[in-house]
């Protein structure tokens, strides 16, 4: 079976953890050992979040005033390198005869995507809404609310084109376990000149592993994060949805930073195949495979 694994950024960096490189090690080992499970007996390809990790690199990236922001677009690309050089490292230990190649890729998206106007992709550690509001004003975020605080959200468009898929392809079909797409890819837009320019944006992940899953005929999607399942009602009345259809979850109202992107990108793979997609926790990963764990997505 072919199943592509999209890891969340808040599966690899917790909520609360320190954000250092001893910490984020221990994450890629800790997901290596789950991945290294499903690898044994199907064919494997891995992308990921980088949330927490490129709003982490944009805070050390202002600390210095004298020197210029850095573009979203290489911030993007710095994540990808740095949690796919963890992740191999980790996997490589783990299965010594696996081939494994971590692949910075870029996404065309649309200039004039309407969510380039409506930011609501979380990026980088949550705040106080005290702490929150202050670098607002300092700095020109945009905020939202993020479980027991505020987050900075920027732009999340829709994927285009994966440019980097036909080598993806040659290197899956030459059994070699990728590591791309990290972080939704890198965001870059195409000029009238027909060349290419990076933009200020985070591609949403979950989408981009959909439409890679789809255009890479994988049997099975797995959407894994920091959490056991979809759950109804969040965070009232909460309770895991075990399976449920397209056309139900579609209704149900998630959230569009956490978990609406996930459930949708779950819908448009299921209703595009017909294969297998699941949401669950990082560590449940061959169980929510299985479907003994997790929620599963139903045509």
């Known amino acids: 079976m072919r199943v592509l694994a999209a890891l969340g950024g808040n599966a690899l960096l917790r909520r609360g953890e320190t954000a250092d490189i001893a910490t984020q090690r221990a994450n890629a080992e800790r997901a290596a050992a789950v991945l290294a499970e499903i690898a044994a007996t199907h064919e494997l390809i891995v992308t990921h979040g980088n949330g927490p990790q490129v709003g982490l690199l944009a805070l050390q990236a202002e600390a210095d005033p004298a020197l210029p922001a850095w573009p979203m677009d290489v911030l993007d690309a710095e994540t990808e ?46 705040y106080d809404e ?15 609310p993020d479980r027991d605080g505020l987050r900075r959200v920027v732009a999340s468009p829709e994927p285009g084109r994966i440019l980097a898929l036909p080598s993806i392809t040659r290197l899956v079909e030459a059994s070699t376990m990728v590591i791309c797409a990290g972080g939704g890819g890198i965001p870059v837009v195409r000029r009238a000149d027909g060349g290419l320019d990076g933009v200020e944006a985070v591609v949403d992940k979950d989408l981009t592993a959909a439409e890679l899953a789809r255009q890479l005929d994988a049997d099975a999607l797995l959407l ?23 056309a139900r979850l579609r209704t149900a109202g998630f ?28 560590e449940d990963a061959a169980a929510v495979l299985a479907g003994r764990e997790g929620t599963r997505v139903d045509p």
Do not use: N, Y
């Open 255 to 282: 959230a569009a930073g956490s978990m609406g992107p996930k459930v949708e990108a779950a819908c448009r793979f299921v209703q595009a195949t017909g294969a297998l997609a699941a949401i669950g926790a990082l």
């Open 224 to 246: 894994l994060t920091d959490v056991p399942a979809v759950f109804a009602d969040w965070p009232e009345a909460a309770r895991p949805i075990r399976r449920d259809r397209v």
């Open 81 to 126: 390198g740095m949690i796919g050089h963890l992740l191999e490292l980790a996997l490589r230990s783990r299965l010594p005869e696996c081939e494994i190649a971590t692949l910075l890729t870029q996404i065309e998206v649309d200039p004039d995507d309407p969510a380039f106007g409506a930011p609501t992709k979380p990026i980088g550690p949550t």
């Open 130 to 144: 005290a702490q929150a509001r202050a670098l607002a004003r300092e700095r020109g975020w945009k905020l939202a």
